[in-house]
Nanobody
Framework: QVQLVESGGGLVQPGGSLRLSCAAS????????MGWYRQAPGKQRDMVAT???????NYADSVKGRFTISRDGAKNTVYLQMNSLKPEDTAVYYC?????????????WGQGTQVTVSS
């Protein structure tokens, strides 16, 4: 079993910053990739940023230059630094981890953390 614990969401004014964290624990042998996705009300869940075990990163065009994804391999933790936030960034943000664990290859999701950008 694997647990993902997210933190760092909240309410921020436009132009502000937030930092999300997601820590994975449990039966984990290898983490292949970690990432953040978001889902706004009435919309599908979209990729925000991903990072591989080799630190290769990928960003949605809408967040390039504003968001930065990073990871701490020793802590099995992924971070998302969000700067210059806009109202359209408002969504529930979900952590995703692709790993090899006790049950084989698996794709795990966090419980989600709300990010609201509003004045």
């Amino acid at each position: 079993q694997v647990q993902l614990v997210e933190s760092g969401g909240g309410l921020v004014q436009p132009g502000g910053s937030l930092r999300l964290s997601c820590a994975a624990s449990g039966s984990i042998f290898t983490i292949y990739a970690m990432g953040w996705y978001r889902q706004a009300p009435g919309k599908q869940r979209d990729m925000v940023a991903t990072i591989t075990s080799g630190d290769s990163t990928n960003y949605a065009d809408s967040v390039k230059g504003r968001f930065t994804i990073s990871r701490d391999g020793a802590k099995n933790t992924v971070y998302l630094q969000m700067n210059s936030l806009k109202p359209e960034d408002t969504a529930v943000y979900y952590c995703n981890v692709q790993l090899l664990g006790g049950l084989g290859y698996a794709n795990w999701w966090g419980q989600g953390t709300q990010v609201t950008v509003s004045s």
